[in-house]
C-alpha cells in the first residue's frame, strides 16, 4: 500500500470528525494536519528500545503485538494555533489545553480505531497498541511508547525535557497502528535521539513545577505537577507549559 493513500485517509478524518470540534469552549479545532511516519516491523532498533537505558525490557516489539506485522503507522496530531497560544500564558494550563488533552486523546483514540477498521475492511489485519488490553504503563514506562515507535518511524526526535519534536513541533499528541501490510519505511533523517532540540533552555524557564534542568526532566516533579492540576480542572488535567512558548513550539528549532 502507498503511503500517500495512508496520509488521505488519516488527514480527511481529523479535517471531518465532529470530535475535533469543541463547541462548549468555541474552540474550532484542536489539531491541524497530521504528519505520517512509517517503520519497518523489522527494523531492529524496536528490539533496541528494550535496553534498560532506552524503555526496558518490558517494551513489547511489533511482532510481540501482532505476529504477522509488516509495517507500523505512526502519526503526530499537531495542535491548532488556538490551542498553542493558549497555553503561552500563566502558570496553569489552557482551558484549551485541558480539552486537548482529554477531548484530545479521544480523537486520537477514535482514529486508531479508524485506521484498525480502514486496514481490516482492506483485507489486512491490524491494531492499535494503546486500545489493545495488553497495553501497560509500569513505573511511568509503557511497553509501547509512542514517541519511541515516533523516533523509529522517522518523525522526529527527543529533547531536553524528553518531548518528542517533529517537523510541526512538540506541541501535539502522538500515536500509531501495527498492520501486515508492507509500505515503504520512513527515512530517518537524523542520528542522534535528541537531535532537533537546540539545548536552549528556554524549556526549563517554563517549567512552573522546576522539573527540567541543563540535564534533563525529572518525571516525579513533572508528575505530580500534573496529576495536581485535576484538584482544580477535575475531570480534566495537563500542564504542557515546556511545549509552548518555547521555540520547538511548532517547528524545529534548528
Ligand atoms: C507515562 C507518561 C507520562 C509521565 C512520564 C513521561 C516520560 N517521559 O516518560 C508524565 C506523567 C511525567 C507525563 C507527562 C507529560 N506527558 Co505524557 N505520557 C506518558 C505515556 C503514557 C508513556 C510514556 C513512556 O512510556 N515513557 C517511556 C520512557 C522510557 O520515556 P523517557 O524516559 O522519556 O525516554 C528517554 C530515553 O529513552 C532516552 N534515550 C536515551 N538513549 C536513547 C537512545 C534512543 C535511540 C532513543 C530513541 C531514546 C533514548 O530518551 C528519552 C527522553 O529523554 C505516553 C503515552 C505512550 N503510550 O507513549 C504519554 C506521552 C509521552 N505524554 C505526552 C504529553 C503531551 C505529556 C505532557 C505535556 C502532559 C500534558 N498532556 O499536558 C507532560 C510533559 C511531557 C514531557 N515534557 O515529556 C505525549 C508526548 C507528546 C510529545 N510531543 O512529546 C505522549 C506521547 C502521549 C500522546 N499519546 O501523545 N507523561
Ligand atoms: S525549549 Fe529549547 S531546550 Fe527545551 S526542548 Fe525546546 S529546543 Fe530543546
Ligand atoms: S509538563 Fe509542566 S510540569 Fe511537566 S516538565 Fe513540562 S512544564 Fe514542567
Sequence with gaps: MELQTIEQAVTEFIIRTPLNV???????????????????????????????????PHHLTPRKWLPAAQSVISWFLPFSQAVREANRQGE??????LYARIEGEMVNNALRKFLVEWFQAAGYQAIAPGLDERF?????????????????????????????????????????????????????????????????????????????????????????????????????????KCQTGVPCEAAVPI
Excluded: M
Aim: proline share 4%; hydrophobic share 35%.
Design 136 to 240: 501497560a504503563v509500569v513505573s511511568r514506562k509503557s511497553n509501547w511508547s509512542e514517541r519511541h515507535v515516533a523516533y523509529v518511524a522517522g518523525l522526529g526526535t527527543f529533547s531536553l525535557n524528553r518531548s518528542f519534536i517533529t517537523k510541526a513541533g512538540a506541541a501535539g499528541r502522538l500515536g500509531s497502528v501495527i498492520v501486515t501490510t508492507n509500505i515503504t519505511p520512513t527515512l530517518r533523517a537524523y542520528q542522534a535521539y535528541d537531535e532537533y532540540c537546540s539545548k536552549c533552555g528556554a524549556c526549563i524557564k517554563r517549567c512552573p513545577a522546576r522539573a527540567i534542568d541543563d540535564s534533563g526532566k525529572n518525571n516525579d516533579i513533572c508528575a505530580k505537577f500534573v496529576d495536581g492540576t485535576a484538584l482544580r480542572f477535575k475531570p480534566r488535567y495537563g500542564c504542557g
Design 22 to 56: 469543541v463547541p462548549e469552549i468555541e474552540l474550532d479545532k484542536i489539531y491541524d494536519r497530521p504528519l505520517i511516519g512509517v517503520a519497518s516491523a523489522e527494523d531492529g532498533l524496536f528490539e533496541t528500545l528494550k535496553a534498560d537505558n532506552i524503555v526496558g
Design 92 to 97: 496553569l494550563p489552557a482551558t484549551e489545553w
